[in-house]
């Protein structure tokens, strides 16, 4: 008997999948190669666009039909990112100034391009490369004349295993026949991590040299709730993930009932469950996992993912979609946080030792005003289609907040004599992200309608650690005695002045501190759709005055490891 093997990876898309292996074969290397005749190696090339161009228009239609339309949006980036003159015309330099071969001409585009993805910090945008990496494996087999895997046409019951699935490739995934994926590459907020959420397919990345270690047709348990990977499991332990994937459809079903319900505990607080969204192809996962709104909107996408910076008008009109597709439900809005470490080729910024602590987010934006006005005039006029909430990052002293203010009405002014309307009735909140902020919460509370704690960098700031640094992974943790009371203390100084507040970092999806969270006070809890309905049966389970003795003991512990025997955490 095959001996059993363990290994754990990156839980991206939760759900238990049982099933037979199936490897995604890669294209092989390309060498550069000195062409005589550039002519015909250009028209080669060319006819290549071409051909990805109709590929992608009909992905387009097709996936549209099955993923929905914000899903299928994928394509359409990657069509934008092909005909982009600047990444077209690159590959053709090559050719002609170079005198290289198209499949090599490609190859060094595709890697400049994707390894500035991958050099910024932020995870979302890092996961970026990979559209830009898709497109250039779709060029790429054109160009080899290679039919790629047929992931569409794999038997039921299926594992796939690879490298990294592009967007396209998870596209094809059938959710009736893959019960799993499993690959190398790839992250929680990839578009392939996406997709898969939006089918149900259970996924776990970011385990190394994982083709190598499976081959066609090996029985594998994959656990995406917490990334265990099972490989030949023995009768005992198959029979008792059969029984959880039993457990878990059930439990599946049972939450569609807290669909439609309020999010209200048992002694009466009602509470807003949000969704935390990078685009506008997360909009319909957040809808069908009832999103009482979004507590996260990140602009910065607009920014990121165009070759210029974006005009009023197409941001007015991305900013105008979502506020009509939640109707009149809240809808927060994060100013651009771009800058230091989130790159953008099209703006001229300096490279810094310390990018995270460096020139970024409202930084930026009041430094460059025209830029900041832009954006806050677009939002002003998509406010009157729904319920808009601004939000400004990265905020750590009275003198931003009061400035990031006066250019808001400013642009109100503007407008105004301009003859176009907004709305009058926009919250306008700040980020509580850097200590600073929390510590002076008090009277940052006075002058904003809300406030939003970003715990990802909260807890990195708080504690002096690079949550990208694996070896500090120990540090930089939510069960921090100090973050905690720096959680409980903005919420309380929010409270005393009659604003509410709200929690868009990873922490707030956590169901192990969501009791602790709602005792202190917490009025909003945004994250990622497919923990929604999770968490609102487990707030509607719960007494806030009887959560009291646990907060108190959390906040008055002195370190991780008794907050976690507190919390009964393992």
């Known amino acids: 008997m095959d001996k059993v093997i363990k290994v754990k990876g990156i839980a991206v898309s939760p759900g238990i999948g049982i099933g037979k292996v199936f490897i995604k074969e890669e294209l092989p290397e390309v060498e550069r190669r000195t062409i005589e005749n550039i002519e015909n190696e ?55 100034n170079e005198k290289m071969n198209a499949e090599y001409a490609n190859k060094l ?47 039921k019951g299926t594992i796939v295993i690879a490298k990294d699935l592009t967007p396209s490739d998870t596209a094809q995934l059938n959710e009736e026949y893959v019960n799993a994926i499993i690959t ?30 499976f081959k066609n047709d090996d029985l594998v348990i994959v656990n995406g709730n917490d990334g265990l990977i099972i490989k030949n499991p023995d009768i005992i332990t198959l029979n008792r993930y059969e029984e959880l994937l039993k457990e878990e459809k059930s439990e599946k079903e049972l939450l569609k009932e807290m669909i439609g319900k309020e999010t209200i505990s048992l002694d009466g607080k009602k509470i807003e469950i949000s969704a935390n969204i990078a685009s506008l192809k997360d909009i319909k996962n957040a809808l069908d996992n009832d999103a009482e709104g979004v507590g996260l909107f990140r602009s910065e996408f607009i920014y990121m993912e165009n070759t210029k910076l974006p005009a009023e008008e197409e941001q007015f009109e991305i900013y105008r979609e979502v506020l009509k597709k939640f109707e009149n439900k809240p809808v927060v809005i994060r100013t651009m946080d771009i800058g230091g470490d989130k790159e953008v080729s099209y703006l001229d910024f300096e490279k810094e030792m310390n990018p995270f602590l460096g020139y970024r987010a409202i930084r930026y934006c009041l430094d460059e005003i025209e830029v900041f006005k832009t954006q806050l005039k677009a939002l002003l006029r998509a406010s009157v289609y729904g319920k808009l909430r601004i939000m400004f990052p990265m905020i750590s002293s009275m003198v931003e907040l009061k400035k990031a203010k006066e250019i808001f009405e400013e642009c109100k002014n503007e407008l105004k004599e301009d003859n176009k309307i907004y709305s009058n009735d926009i919250e306008i909140g700040i980020m509580i992200e850097v200590p600073t902020a929390a510590i002076m919460s008090d009277k940052l509370a006075k002058e904003v309608d809300f406030f939003s704690i970003g715990t990802n960098d909260l ?24 973050v905690l009371r720096l959680i409980n203390m903005t919420i309380e100084n929010a409270h005393k002045e009659g604003i509410w507040v709200g929690m868009c970092g990873s922490v707030a999806g956590n169901q192990d501190l969501i009791p602790v969270l709602l005792a202190m006070g917490l009025d909003e809890f945004s994250m990622a759709p497919t923990t929604m309905l999770k968490s609102r049966k487990l707030i509607n389970s719960l007494n806030i005055e009887e959560l009291q003795n646990i907060k108190n003991r959390v906040l008055d512990a ?8 507190i919390l009964n955490i393992n």
């Open 459 to 482: 807890i990195q700031y708080s504690t002096a650690t690079d949550r990208m640094n694996a070896n500090l992974k120990d540090l930089y943790t939510p069960y921090n005695p100090g």
């Open 109 to 155: 585009v595709i890697d400049e391009f994707a390894n500035m993805f991958e050099s910024m910090d932020d995870e979302y945008f890092r996961q970026r490369a990979l559209d830009i990496k898709d497109i250039g494996i779709r060029i790429k087999a054109k160009l080899l004349n290679i039919n790629t895997s047929k992931l569409s046409e794999v038997k």
């Open 558 to 565: 002195a370190d991780k490891n008794e907050i976690k025997k």
């Open 42 to 96: 250009i028209e080669k090339i060319e006819n290549v666009f071409v051909e990805v161009e109709e590929d992608l228009k009909n992905l387009y239609e097709e996936k549209k039909i099955k993923l929905g339309e914000d899903k299928a949006q994928i394509f359409k980036a990657h069509l934008m990112i092909l005909q982009d003159p600047e990444f077209s015309d690159r590959i053709r330099n090559n050719i002609k």
């Open 184 to 213: 190398e590459f790839g992250g929680e907020t990839s578009h392939s991590a996406i997709i898969a959420n939006t089918l149900g397919i259970p996924g776990v990345m970011g385990i190394k040299n994982i083709t190598n270690e």
